[in-house]
C-alpha cells in the first residue's frame, strides 16, 4: 500500500516539513529517522511512503526544521488513521498545518475533550467501502455537547444544499476528532 501525505504550509527560507509517527516508516516518534516532505509549489508539501504493515493504527503529526535544527510541532493530539482506513492500494492524506493560539490549547486537553466539552453522544463512523472514497476529517474542540457537524454541498451525498439533508459526521472515542467517508464515484 501507498500512502501519500500532503500538507499546506509556508515556510519561511531554510525551513522544511518533516513528518514523523508511530510506525518505523515514520520513525516512531524520532524525529532524527523522521520523512522529509518534498516542496511541490504553491506552499504544499508531499511525500509518499509503501507501507509495509496495515495492522495497526497509525499516529503522526508534522513539525518543522530549520537549518539551526530548531523543530516546532504543529499544535493538537496526533492524528490518526485508523486500520480500517488502510485497506486501499493507494491513499492520500490532505492536511492543513494545525497552528493553535495559546488560548486554543487549552481546548485539546483531556480535561476538555473527555469532560467539559465531550459529547453526549457518541455517533458510529460511516465508512464507505468503495473502491475509491472521500474522507473527510476536523478537529472541533470547542462544540457543544448537543450539536453534531455536518457537511452542505452541491450533490446528492453533500444535501444539495438543503439543510436538512446534510452529511453528518461522527466523532466516537477520538474526541475531538470528527469524520465521515463516502464513495466518490
Not at 12 to 31: A, D, M, R, V
Not at 43 to 51: C, R
Not at 58 to 76: A, K, L
Not at 158 to 169: A, E, M, T, V
Amino acid at each position: 500500500m501507498k500512502i501519500t501525505f500532503i500538507i499546506h504550509y509556508l515556510t519561511n527560507p531554510g525551513q522544511n516539513i518533516f513528518l514523523c509517527g508511530s510506525i518505523k516508516e515514520l520513525g516512531k516518534w524520532n524525529t532524527a529517522n523522521a520523512l522529509k516532505l518534498n516542496f511541490i509549489g504553491n506552499g504544499k508539501w508531499q511525500v509518499t511512503l509503501s507501507l509495509l504493515t496495515k495492522n495497526q493504527d497509525i499516529t503522526y503529526n508534522y513539525f518543522v526544521n530549520d537549518e539551526n535544527n530548531n523543530v516546532i510541532w504543529e499544535s493538537g493530539h496526533p492524528r490518526l488513521l485508523e486500520q480500517s482506513e488502510l485497506c486501499y492500494p493507494v491513499l492520500i492524506e490532505t492536511d492543513n498545518w494545525r497552528a493553535t493560539s495559546d488560548e486554543e490549547k487549552t481546548m485539546y486537553t483531556s480535561a476538555f475533550s473527555n469532560v467539559i466539552m465531550k459529547s453526549i453522544h457518541t455517533y458510529a463512523p460511516v465508512v464507505s467501502h468503495a473502491r475509491q472514497t472521500q474522507e473527510f476529517k476536523i478537529n472541533v474542540p470547542r462544540l457543544s455537547s448537543h450539536l453534531r457537524i455536518a457537511i452542505l454541498g452541491n450533490q446528492q451525498e453533500l444535501g444539495n444544499w438543503d439543510i436538512n439533508k446534510p452529511l453528518l459526521l461522527s466523532c466516537s472515542q477520538n474526541s475531538p476528532l470528527w469524520k465521515c467517508s463516502l464513495d466518490i464515484k
